[in-house]
């Protein structure tokens, strides 16, 4: 049977319904539903790997739905779909307290179908009809969060509507200039572009950094990600702003480099497709991300500012322009992609025993949920590109990419966004793993299976793509030489070359196998350690009722950067001025909705005297 | 007999006089005979619709010639309106007489709907400008009758003083053009050699002196301030006759005038009326962003889409008639009226309109707030759903004719309108509650009323050019 893009969407939205009145009946069954769909979706698209498989959905009239599966838009289609994949196991469990669970995975297929139908498009009408689906679907998604989750959805539904219309002029613009939408023929006619090219850059690239939750349009990721649904979090993060990262590098990379490669430009260099600013813009991208992620107190904004910064890496690395900074930018799609929903999950697996998501009140949980706290350990290691997970490649590649063309200042920040990321990291490691349990949860238990099986699948997936990168870099390599962009050479399964050095993956992580078996050795031989009740060391033990203390604000994990947020806490911080902003023209319409609206008919006899005599000053 | 479109004005108008004349010895049973005219409009609309091609034909009345006497005119585009606009005040009537019947006088309310349908069917149909005036007189008699549905007599006060004065405008134009032309003719004024010869400047007053004549019942600016609180006021079935079906005679009415008179290039008026409109449209989506009450907003919303459609109106007659912009508004209107009916009768369904009491109603009755989210969707202009063509046109349009400022503050407004739509579906669907309301159990008319809307939204949602080439990409050009 040959799967086509059109195909699977067309049984997406059809399952859709489906799963929605399965879910009313029975939440594990709609979700096992999901799972198989999505799987299915995995599926499908791994075994379209080597092919190009054009489809499309009729719409009766001018236009139609078009899709294209080829090795420029795999590697997307391939994360997006593991990604969905993975959520929908996840929440076979995971929606058990759920109150809207037939909606959530009724929804979560329109996502699904329109992460294919995003990475999939072969024209910009059927991107931005996706794209839309997308912003409508997570809307609600979002919605059904915590109590905030309502303003929140607000927020990101303004964001994303703002990156759609800039979306929207630039499809007619280029439609008006090459008389069609597809992709192939913009490509094609990019050189003929010239007068509009600038404009439609900014246009979609601004649309894209919105999407991305770029610096200074990241706003809306705090809030969104902090207060949507647990398990839609990992989508959200994991793919959705992804969105932002394909139409990036479809206007930086894609067209010039195909456009040029057409013309029999055989190697396609930096100095057509580097966009310093845009690569400074993903630089303080990575800046305003650790610095902000550093000051989070909780688990899932604290991972949605790393979004950010991760982001930045993305922008960062595609729009640097060398062969080796673009492989190192869409690798860390994947890296992103994965980590992000490990993060995301293990927040969710907390939450889903612990009912909070605040790192004040945790601690100590390693020993009850042994996968979850693995699933987190791997994704931070690998967030804050520590060899030998799949972060340390794509990062590695990057500052490859920095040292060789001798930018320091970059180098510096990448290097700083690493540090930094470890620093935030290991916050949630040591508050909600490490360190004491607290009495409330000391009858917590693991997460049932679905769970721990969609952890461990992102877990191995993160190992296995770094200790053997060819997984992971081959199919962007493939795209790459495609458009002539001279890259990285890989042989084996593990061994990178690139300008400066050569690096052997599996040799890396056989050494740190060893040294993780000589310490864990160590560790058992010579510790001794003494198990400390909670509230044993503190006060002796005592609360002390005159200065009101309670032992909550003695565990450990309070204020747990606080000497490090004073440094930076005079730093403002950009919200606070969209908000300053919205506040101001909220007022302005409150002041036109009175002068015109709120008045009675004395008013309006002013208004009708006014109008008159305008017209009698036209007339004479 | 059935082809001519007379009917349409004649026998409401016959059907509401007799119910008068019977009402000494009939009680009850006065909605049955709204619905019962509502429906045979639909039918003869519908067979109107079914002989209809592109060109503009006219139904000379009493054997006048069409130069000097009283004639209707019709082509494919003015009957579907028709048709369109005569099934919802159909489905508005069985609202009112399943729910509303009982909330004032029977009789009267009844024949204020008849006369509505009349009036609305004249204003569209009509191809001379003293039956123009005629009936918006008859409009507004039946919008100040509509507007007391439940007692808002202060806000249906606001109406009256606010259409009668547009009334006046709009006869003063009339009466202008007949001292300079002589004629009243739709389709012979702008043949004439002394139109030809009038000052720049005397047809922008008149162009505009219609249009604010108009505005009362287009809600257009500057006569638009009765909405808001006429909308919150009246009952459902009026609002859905306000919405969907009064304001489509008042904005054809000035589509008309502004594409069979000014249709040969008179550059230099469609600027204050492109003006007119976008102000119009700015103002109506920031006061609805702000609004607290539902039925409010949408009044509001409404106000923002008749600035847009009248605005790319004006610019498709900038120079000859530019069909991309043209079909665009039609488009938007078509869309627009359908997909507010929806909300507005979901609104009706639950009962309520404050955003305190609707919050978190959706919980309780997850069907109607469904089938009022795919309203809200469609409006919003999300795809799957009918409206997102429509944007879709109207930007294609824009874009493509160089309107670079139109288009900036049609998406700025746009991205209000977004959020104040989804806002409220967010609302209904997923706050907790936090007043005690009563919800009625809706009957089963109720849930095929909003299926049935909810049906076509979608059925345009997918096949958006079916409606577009037949209805929309038809200019009104004068033969």
């Known amino acids: 049977m040959a799967f086509t893009i059109g195909s699977l969407i067309y049984s997406g939205s059809i399952f859709s319904v489906i799963i929605y009145l399965l879910t009313r009946f029975s939440v594990k069954l709609g979700s096992i539903f999901t799972t198989v769909l999505f799987g299915l979706y995995v599926y499908a698209i791994y075994i379209l790997k080597d092919s190009v498989s054009i489809s499309f959905i009729h719409l009766p009239g001018a236009y139609n739905l078009t899709f294209k599966a080829d090795l420029f838009n795999w590697p997307f289609l391939m994360i997006g779909t593991i990604v969905l994949f993975v959520s929908a196991l996840f929440s076979i469990h995971g929606l058990k307290s759920f109150k809207s669970a037939a909606s959530f995975n009724f929804l979560s297929v329109l996502v699904g179908t329109s992460v294919l139908g995003v990475f999939g498009a072969n024209d910009l009408l059927t991107l931005f009809i996706f794209w839309e689906l997308m912003t409508w679907a997570s809307f609600f998604l979002v919605s059904m969060g915590k109590k905030e989750a309502r303003s929140a959805a607000l927020f990101f539904l303004f964001m994303s509507m703002i990156s759609a219309y800039l979306m929207i002029y630039g499809m007619f613009l280029v439609y008006n200039k090459v008389g069609s939408f597809s992709l192939d023929v913009i490509a094609n006619n990019w050189g003929d572009l010239s007068d509009i090219r600038g404009r439609l850059f900014v246009l979609f690239v601004l649309a894209g950094l919105i ?54 430009v055989s190697s396609v260099g930096a100095e057509k497709l580097s966009h310093p600013i845009l690569a400074y813009i993903g630089a303080i991208s990575i800046m305003i991300g650790t610095l902000s992620a550093i000051r989070q107190n909780d688990f899932k904004k604290l991972i949605a500012f790393s979004s950010v910064s991760h982001a930045g890496y993305i922008v960062l690395g595609i729009a640097f322009g060398t062969g080796s900074a673009i492989l190192g930018g869409l690798s860390h799609i994947w890296v992103h992609a994965l980590t992000a929903a490990g993060m995301f999950l293990s927040a969710a697996a907390v939450y889903y025993v612990t009912g909070t998501t605040n790192m004040d009140e945790m601690g100590g949980l390693v020993r009850k949920m042994p ?250 | 007999m059935v082809k001519n479109p007379v009917l349409l004005i004649a026998l409401p108008l016959i059907i509401g006089f007799f119910t008068a004349f019977i009402s000494p010895f009939i009680k009850k049973g006065y909605s049955i005979i709204a619905i019962f005219t509502a429906a045979i409009t639909t039918i003869l609309s519908s067979l109107l619709f079914s002989n209809s091609g592109t060109d503009l034909i006219t139904y000379p009345i009493g054997g006048w010639s069409t130069k000097y006497g009283i004639y209707l005119i019709s082509n494919i585009q003015i009957s579907g309106l028709l048709v369109l606009v005569n099934f919802i005040a159909f489905l508005a009537l069985i609202y009112y007489s399943i729910k509303e019947r009982d909330l004032g006088s029977e009789l009267g309310y009844s024949l204020g709907f008849i006369l509505s349908i009349a009036a609305v069917n004249g204003l569209i149909l009509t191809g001379d400008l003293f039956n123009m005036f005629v009936f918006i007189e008859l409009l507004s008699i039946g919008g100040y009758i509509l507007a007391t549905h439940k007692g808002g007599y202060y806000s249906a006060f606001k109406y009256v003083v606010l259409s009668s004065i547009g009334g006046l405008f709009f006869l003063i134009g ?48 500057p006569l638009n301030m009765w909405v808001g609180s006429v909308y919150k006021n009246t009952s459902t079935s009026a609002v859905v006759f306000f919405a969907s079906v009064l304001s489509v005679g008042g904005i054809y009415a000035i589509i008309k005038l502004l594409s069979l008179i000014f249709n040969n290039g008179y550059a230099a008026i469609y600027r204050y009326i492109y003006a007119l409109g976008l102000i119009t449209l700015f103002i109506g989506e920031a006061v609805a962003f702000k609004q607290k009450d539902a039925k409010k907003m949408l009044g509001y919303s409404s106000i923002a889409q008749a600035g847009l459609i009248i605005s790319l109106v004006a610019l498709s007659i900038k120079s000859s008639l530019n069909i991309d912009l043209y079909s665009s508004a039609i488009f938007q209107l078509i869309n627009n009226i359908i997909a507010k009916a929806l909300v507005l009768f979901g609104l009706g369904v639950i009962g309520y309109s404050g955003f305190n009491k609707l919050k978190g109603v959706g919980k309780e009755r997850r069907e109607v707030a469904l089938l009022l989210t795919i309203g809200t969707l469609s409006l919003a202009g999300m795809p799957g759903f009918a409206g997102f063509w429509s944007k879709f046109y109207i930007v294609k349009s824009l874009v493509s004719n160089g309107e670079i400022v139109f288009l900036v503050v049609f998406l700025f407004s746009a991205l209000f309108e977004v959020y104040y739509l989804l806002r409220l579906s967010q609302i209904i669907l997923f706050e907790p509650q936090e007043e005690e309301v009563s919800l009625e159990i809706p009957s089963i008319v109720e849930y095929v009323i909003l299926t049935m809307l909810a049906a076509v939204i979608l059925y345009i949602g997918f096949y958006p050019n079916v409606i577009y080439n037949l209805i929309c990409k038809v200019g009104l050009i004068g033969g």
Do not use: C
């Open chain 1, 211 to 264: 999407k991305g939750g770029v610096w200074p349009v990241h706003v809306w990721l705090r809030t969104t990600h902090g207060n949507a649904p647990n398990i839609f979090s990992s989508v959200l993060s994991g793919i959705l702003i992804k969105f932002g990262s394909f139409i990036v590098y479809l206007f930086v990379v894609f067209f010039p480099a195909f456009y040029l490669t057409t013309k029999g």
């Open chain 1, 371 to 620: 996968i979850t706290f693995t699933t987190y350990l791997v994704a931070i290691i690998s967030v804050a590109g520590i060899p030998p997970l799949a972060g340390f490649v794509s990062k590695w590649l990057i500052y490859q990419a920095l040292i060789a063309k001798g930018n320091y200042l970059l180098t510096f920040i990448a290097f700083f966004g690493s540090v930094g990321s470890f620093l935030y990291v290991f916050r949630p490691l040591a508050t909600v793993f490490l360190g004491q349990l607290p009495h409330k949860y000391d009858s917590v238990k693991e997460v049932p299976w679905s769970m721990q099986l969609s952890m461990l699948i992102v877990t191995i997936l993160t190992i296995v793509f770094g200790v053997f990168p060819s997984f992971m870099l081959k199919p962007i390599i493939r795209i790459e030489e495609a458009l002539s962009i001279p890259t990285v050479k890989i042989e084996g399964y593990s061994n990178i070359y690139t300008m400066l050095t050569q690096l052997d993956m599996f040799l890396v992580a056989i050494i740190f196998g060893i040294g993780f078996i000589f310490v864990t050795i160590l560790f058992f031989l010579l510790a001794k350690s003494t198990k400390v009740e909670q509230y044993e060391q503190y006060t002796a033990g005592e609360i002390v009722q005159e200065i009101s203390t309670t032992p909550e604000i003695y565990h450990y994990s309070k204020n747990y950067y606080r000497s490090f947020e004073r440094v930076i806490e005079w730093a403002p911080s950009l919200e606070e001025y969209y908000r300053i902003a919205a506040r101001h023209i909220s007022r302005f319409y409150d002041i036109l909705d009175g002068i015109i609206f709120k008045s009675g008919i004395p008013m309006y006899v002013w208004f009708i005297t006014i109008t008159i005599l305008v017209l009698l000053l036209i007339r004479w």
């Open chain 2, 174 to 221: 009339v009466i202008s053009i007949y001292n300079v032309t002589g004629l009243l003719s739709l389709l012979y004024i702008p043949k004439t050699e002394s139109f030809h010869n009038l000052p720049a400047i005397f047809l922008i007053v008149l162009s505009v002196i219609w249009v604010i004549g108009l505005s009362g019942e287009s809600e257009l600016f």
